[in-house]
């Protein structure tokens, strides 16, 4: 709007100028004053309705407290109650292969034996999270609650009345006529969705609007207590988590650029519809079952997106390299098992790799996909480690990382996956702007001890 305003103040000092030089002549050229004061309408115009360039103010990331660390001893011992030893053997078996350590969280719900479950323990956890990390962010920021404008909150499994929308309102006494707005049932790249939503919200606000968006995902009330196995593998991974993220159209004090946002679906096909299906068991124990088929397909979601995504994370040489090798094995050679596709180097314009952590499996097959090396998914997989899978927060948990190992430098590029249910594989790249004087409170107490070898793993 400025530049728009300093435009029009420009045309009209020249059109001044012309009436002045037309009065001393007689025959005042007309064509040209209209001619510029079309161009200062097409000119205004474009620049009103051109999208506005999203910012991300600050994030912040929920550190749980020491209290709610899920000793393995300890849960192996009480699993022994209620489950057979095939079964807790299986289950041991899958957490030493899950990549995560002995710090994980689980809240207070989980602590009895069995896992009992309560709407004061769900809200309970809820509040915990939520408002520890938006007090967080307020405090980084120094923005106060009155001046955001858009509030979006992202839980998949977990819906309260009132809405965690709501709850924050209450609790920070926002605005009457803020635009509050609760996605639930999107997965594990829900948060992506909400950033996309938060953009899209802010292009039709006036310049300057903040949107917070606050990504986490409920444990209490969603423990699989059955004994069908495909359905308890959620709960050897998921661990509870959350961040909060405040995005602006200003540029003030923004300390990353959102450059894209790429969503892709793939619910139309049933295999990807059902490979992670909330429903019950034939005992009635609901939980969420998870296909075996989950890693191709994830493949196949993120294939979708890169195809996409490529051209602006790409340089043109790498993306020249990769259409001669697709045109060589496709049309000049008859395909073989020894004809491989052409793998871009996608480090060369991209700097950091923020892969969700739902699993050692899905880090692996992700690492394969784009051949990135070991230290390019360093902060997925310390990540999982620390935290496990805390669903669509676990993405900033990896960028903290970065930035808490002082790997994050102006203008860096930071390349965002999230996968989810559905199923859908959604990425965001940021533009560093100004890195972090210092490590995110969910990191700041054990980053000196990163990265370690992942591959030994607690024993249960």
Not at 34 to 48: D, N, Q
Not at 287 to 305: H, M, P, T
Request: proline share 4%.
């Amino acid at each position: 709007m400025t530049v728009t305003t300093a435009m029009t103040l420009k045309v009209t000092q020249i059109c001044q100028h012309w009436l002045l030089t037309w009065s001393t002549t007689t025959t005042p050229p007309i064509h040209y004053l209209w001619a510029f004061l079309l161009l200062t309408v097409i000119a205004v115009k474009y620049l009103m309705q051109r999208p506005r360039t999203v910012y991300l103010v600050d994030y912040a990331c929920f550190g749980p407290n020491s209290n709610y660390r899920l000793n393995p001893a300890s849960w192996a011992e009480s699993l022994r109650l209620f489950l057979d030893k095939d079964t807790i053997s299986f289950l041991a078996n899958v957490f030493r292969r899950s990549g995560l350590g002995d710090e994980t969280c689980l809240p207070s719900s989980l602590s009895y034996i069995p896992p009992t479950y309560s709407l004061s323990l769900a809200r309970e956890e809820t509040e915990m999270i939520i408002f520890t990390v938006i007090d967080d962010l307020f405090s980084k920021t120094s923005n106060k609650p009155h001046s955001v404008d858009i509030l979006i909150v992202n839980c998949s499994l977990t819906t309260m009345i009132p809405s965690m929308t709501d709850m924050i309102i209450n609790r920070y006494k926002l605005r009457s006529d803020i635009q509050n707005i609760q996605l639930s049932g999107m997965g594990c790249s829900a948060g992506l969705i909400a950033v996309g939503l938060a953009r899209n919200l802010l292009q039709t606000m006036p310049y300057g609007a903040r949107a917070l968006v606050v990504s986490t995902e409920i444990i209490t009330g969603n423990y699989y207590v059955g004994k069908k196995r495909s359905m308890q593998l959620t709960n050897m991974l998921f661990r509870m988590g959350g961040a909060a993220m405040l995005l602006s159209t200003s540029r003030a004090n923004a300390r990353f650029e959102l450059t894209h946002i790429v969503r892709k679906s793939t619910a139309a096909q049933d295999s990807a519809y059902h490979c992670v299906f909330q429903e019950e068991d034939d005992e009635g124990n609901r939980g969420i079952d998870l296909s075996k088929d989950l890693v191709a397909i994830a493949g196949e979601a993120l294939r979708a997106n890169i195809t996409t995504i490529a051209p602006v994370v790409l340089p043109f040489s790498e993306q020249l390299s990769f259409v001669l090798s697709f045109v060589a094995q496709k049309v000049l050679v008859k395909k073989s098992a020894s004809t491989k596709q052409y793998v871009p180097n996608f480090g060369l314009k991209v700097e950091h790799f923020c892969i969700h952590a739902g699993g050692r499996a899905v880090i692996d097959a992700v690492q394969r996909s784009l051949n990135l090396s070991d230290e390019q998914v360093e902060p997925s997989r310390m990540t999982l480690h620390r935290f496990g899978n805390t669903s669509s927060s676990s993405l900033w948990y990896e960028m903290a990382y970065c930035e808490a190992k002082q790997l994050m430098r102006k203008g860096d590029r930071v390349w965002m996956i999230g996968f989810g249910s559905g199923y859908k594989c959604n990425s965001a790249v940021w533009k560093c702007i100004l890195p972090a004087r210092g490590a995110d409170s969910a990191w700041a107490n054990c980053i000196h001890r990163y990265p370690m070898d992942v591959t030994k793993q607690v024993s249960v």
